[in-house]
C-alpha cells in the first residue's frame, strides 16, 4: 500500500515507519519535526516527505492533488501530552481537531479510500474504577482528550462508501522509542527510579490506566491499515490490553521490584488525578486477528531499566527540555526558533 504517515518523526511514528517498510509498504511521512533534537533509543528511519506541520498543508492550494493516489492515512501527527494541552489549550484544539478534520477532508476529496486516525483513551477521562469499552460514555477532562473526541466526531461524519475512517484509541504508552517522552508514566517511573532510586509519584497512585508498549501501538496500526474495509469500516478500537489496566501505584511496585535498591516516594502535596479510568480491550482482539500484543508492564520495566542504566541516563537529563516535551518547546520558543503558535521561525540570511 501507498501510506501517508502523519507524525512519522514522533514517539509512535519512529516506531511504525521501519515496521511498515518492513512490510513492505510504500510510507511517505508528514511531520513539523518539533523534536528533532530529542532523539535517545537507535536510529530514525529516513522516509520520504511531503510537508511539515500539518495545518500549513491543508491550508495549501495543491494538498488535494498532493494526497492523490495514497492508499491509506495513518493520521499520528499532533499535541500529544495534557501538559502541552493544557499549556496551549487553543493550539491543542486547532492542532488535534480542526487541522486533523481538514486533512481527512482533504483525502476524501483526494479519493485516499482508508483513514487511521491516532486518538485516545483519554476520551474516557474520569470514568470510574469499572471496565469502559468502545461504547461508553466518553467524558474527557483535559483539552487534550476533548480535541480527540472533536476530532473523531467530525472525520467520522465523513464515512461513506468511499471513505473509510477507522478511530485506535491507545491506552497510555511505554516502551523505548528513537523518540523518548519521559512525560509518560511508565516511562517517568523507570526513569526516576534509575536515576534517584525514588520511583516517584506526582499522585496518590490510586487511580486507574491502561497501558500499552509503543511496539504494541504500531502493531494495532498494521493490523488496521491491513485488515479488509469491512472489518474497520467506521470502528473504534482500545488499544491494549485488558488485562494491562493497572492503578498508578501498582506500576510503581513493578518499577521498584524490577530497579534494585529502589523505593517508592511520593511529591509533596501528591493527591488524586482527576484521570481515572480501566479500559477493556477485547473489541479489538476479537475484530483484528493480527493485533496480537507482545508486552507487558513488568517486561517493559525490564526494557527501560536496561536502556536507561546502559545510557547512563540522569535525572537532569529526562527532567530537562531535551527530554520533557513542554519544556523543550518552551526552550525552542525562548530562543526564538519557534512563535508562540509552535511555527518554525525561519531566519533571514545576512545580507
Known amino acids: 500500500m501507498k501510506i501517508l504517515l502523519t507524525g512519522h518523526l ?10 511498515l517498510l518492513a512490510r513492505g509498504h510504500d510510507v511517505t511521512g508528514l511531520d513539523s519535526d518539533l523534536f528533532a533534537e530529542c532523539s ?10 511531503i510537508g511539515g506541520d500539518v495545518r500549513e498543508f491543508v491550508a495549501e492550494e495543491d ?3 498532493r494526497l492523490r493516489g495514497f492508499d491509506a492515512v495513518i493520521h499520528l501527527a499532533g499535541l500529544s501530552n495534557d501538559p502541552l494541552g493544557d499549556y496551549r489549550p487553543g493550539l491543542t484544539q486547532e ?19 482508508r483513514f487511521v486516525f491516532a486518538s485516545s483513551c ?43 475512517p477507522t478511530f485506535l484509541r491507545a491506552s497510555t504508552a511505554y516502551g523505548l522509542s528513537p523518540r523518548l517522552r519521559f512525560d509518560l508514566v511508565v ?5 526516576w527510579a534509575c536515576t534517584t532510586g525514588d520511583v516517584h509519584l506526582k499522585s496518590d497512585g490510586s487511580p486507574w490506566r491502561p497501558i500499552v508498549h509503543v511496539e504494541d501501538i504500531a502493531l494495532a496500526y498494521i493490523a488496521t491499515v491491513e485488515a479488509p474495509r469491512t472489518e474497520v469500516h467506521c470502528e473504534v478500537f482500545n488499544v491494549g490490553q485488558t488485562s ?11 518499577v521498584r521490584d524490577v530497579v534494585p535498591g529502589s523505593k517508592i516516594a511520593f511529591a509533596d502535596g501528591a493527591s488524586p488525578d482527576l484521570r481515572n479510568y480501566r479500559v477493556d480491550c477485547n473489541y479489538i482482539a476479537l475484530r483484528l486477528h493480527a493485533f496480537k500484543p507482545q508486552w507487558t508492564c513488568r517486561r517493559g520495566v525490564e526494557q527501560l531499566f536496561t536502556a536507561f542504566t546502559e545510557s547512563g541516563l540522569t535525572v537532569e537529563a529526562f527532567e530537562g527540555p531535551r527530554f520533557k516535551r513542554i519544556a523543550h518547546l518552551k526552550q525552542r520558543i525562548d ?17
Open 10 to 19: 514522533g514517539y509512535i511514528g519512529t516506531v511504525l515507519a521501519p515496521r
Open 40 to 49: 535517545f533509543a537507535g536510529p530514525v528511519a529516513h522516509i520520504p516527505s
Open 63 to 65: 494538498s488535494i492533488e
Open 95 to 113: 492542532i488535534n481537531a480542526r487541522a486533523s478534520f481538514e486533512l481527512a477532508r482533504l483525502a476524501k476529496a483526494a479519493g485516499v479510500p
Open 122 to 164: 483519554s476520551n474516557y477521562g474520569a470514568s470510574g474504577d469499572q471496565f469502559i469499552s468502545e461504547a461508553g460514555t466518553l467524558n474527557p477532562v483535559t483539552p487534550y482528550g476533548l480535541s480527540k473526541v472533536e476530532a473523531e466526531v467530525g472525520i467520522s461524519a465523513l464515512a461513506d462508501a468511499s471513505f473509510s
Open 187 to 191: 516511562n517517568n517511573l523507570t526513569a
Open 244 to 254: 494491562e489496566n493497572y492503578q498508578i501505584r501498582e506500576i510503581a511496585e513493578i
Open 335 to 351: 530562543e526564538g526558533s519557534l512563535n508562540e503558535h509552535l511555527y518554525p521561525v525561519r531566519q533571514l540570511a545576512a545580507a
